[in-house]
């Protein structure tokens, strides 16, 4: 792995373009940082638009090449603009990581709220069907590259109280596998990963220290994840490297599924 603060013109990556949903913060941007490291031109897309601006420029600032962009994953508008601002920058777009967090409500199916469904699935799911659909025709336009969509062990076990989160989650897998086959023929890869519970702001803000240290005994490993963990799966799938790799999904998660699938009640 390269020095943190050196970029690589041979890393795999001269030349092309990524594009980063939710590159402001943790997973995303931490996958930027990986691949201007090896010679990408990044777009960091995210609602928090200081997040992705910071993102930026601390690639900038090291000698990479990235830019930001505005993006509510929520609205196809606003990602078809990602992708046009990709295409207009830096000449095409080759790769791109659809990473969509959406919040959780923590409460039984019986007890949900119907708008939270909505909102949930909206983000969750539709959010990254809304990145292949302007993502693909930008990746074939350019003779091909490779996709990866962030699922998350959510998306292959349950969680008793989580319905909307594990739906669009599991749908994620699917959707993976349709896209990497309708599109092998153009050259285009497209591969999901299911990270565990990762060491991030959005995490921690959402459970607090306290939960995350519980939550560290669930994993074999004994820890929990940590953005750099995800990011070097996912720089691999992008890579050259991945080359015979299209329509699976890898497991991110110290251990996590390898004990709880098949449980009783994997709620985390």
């Given at each position: 792995?390269?020095?943190?603060?050196?970029?690589?013109?041979?890393?795999?990556?001269?030349?092309?373009?990524?594009?980063?949903?939710?590159?402001?913060?943790?997973?995303?941007?931490?996958?930027?940082?990986?691949?201007?490291?090896?010679?990408?031109?990044?777009?960091?897309?995210?609602?928090?638009?200081?997040?992705?601006?910071?993102?930026?420029?601390?690639?900038?600032?090291?000698?990479?090449?990235?830019?930001?962009?505005?993006?509510?994953?929520?609205?196809?508008?606003?990602?078809?603009?990602?992708?046009?601002?990709?295409?207009?920058?830096?000449g095409g777009l080759h790769h791109a990581?659809?990473?969509?967090?959406?919040?959780?409500?923590?409460?039984?199916?019986?007890?949900?709220?119907?708008?939270?469904?909505?909102?949930?699935?909206?983000?969750?799911?539709?959010?990254?069907?809304?990145?292949?659909?302007?993502?693909?025709?930008?990746?074939?336009?350019?003779?091909?590259?490779?996709?990866?969509?962030?699922?998350?062990?959510?998306?292959?076990?349950?969680?008793?109280?989580?319905?909307?989160?594990?739906?669009?989650?599991?749908?994620?897998?699917?959707?993976?596998?349709?896209?990497?086959?309708?599109?092998?023929?153009?050259?285009?890869?497209?591969?999901?990963?299911?990270?565990?519970?990762?060491?991030?702001?959005?995490?921690?803000?959402?459970?607090?220290?306290?939960?995350?240290?519980?939550?560290?005994?669930?994993?074999?490993?004994?820890?929990l994840g940590e953005a750099e963990d995800?990011?070097?799966?996912?720089?691999?799938?992008?890579?050259?490297?991945?080359?015979?790799?299209?329509?699976?999904?890898?497991?991110?998660?110290?251990?996590?599924?390898?004990?709880?699938?098949?449980?009783?009640?994997?709620?985390?």
């Amino acid at each position: 792995m390269a020095d943190s603060n050196t970029y690589e013109t041979g890393g795999g990556f001269a030349g092309r373009v990524a594009l980063i949903t939710g590159g402001g913060s943790g997973i995303g941007a931490a996958t930027a940082a990986h691949l201007a490291r090896r010679g990408a031109s990044v777009v960091i897309a995210d609602i928090a638009n200081d997040n992705a601006e910071a993102v930026a420029k601390a690639i900038v600032n090291d000698g990479g090449k990235a830019s930001a962009v505005h993006a509510d994953i929520s609205d196809p508008a606003q990602l078809k603009a990602a992708v046009e601002h990709a295409v207009n920058t830096y000449g095409g777009l080759h790769h791109a990581l659809n990473n969509v967090p959406a919040a959780v409500p923590g409460v039984s199916v019986g007890d949900i709220d119907i708008e939270d469904w909505q909102r949930v699935i909206n983000t969750g799911l539709s959010g990254v069907l809304y990145g292949l659909r302007y993502q693909i025709p930008a990746l074939r336009e350019a003779g091909g590259g490779s996709i990866v969509n962030v699922s998350s062990i959510a998306g292959v076990w349950g969680a008793s109280k989580n319905a909307g989160y594990v739906t669009a989650k599991h749908a994620i897998l699917g959707l993976t596998k349709t896209a990497a086959l309708h599109h092998a023929r153009d050259g285009i890869r497209v591969n999901a990963v299911c990270p565990a519970f990762i060491r991030t702001p959005l995490m921690l803000n959402g459970i607090g220290e306290d939960r995350a240290k519980q939550l560290e005994t669930k994993h074999p490993i004994g820890r929990l994840g940590e953005a750099e963990d995800v990011a070097n799966m996912i720089v691999f799938l992008l890579s050259p490297a991945a080359s015979f790799i299209t329509g699976s999904t890898h497991l991110v998660d110290g251990g996590f599924t390898a004990g709880y699938i098949g449980g009783s009640d994997t709620e985390a």
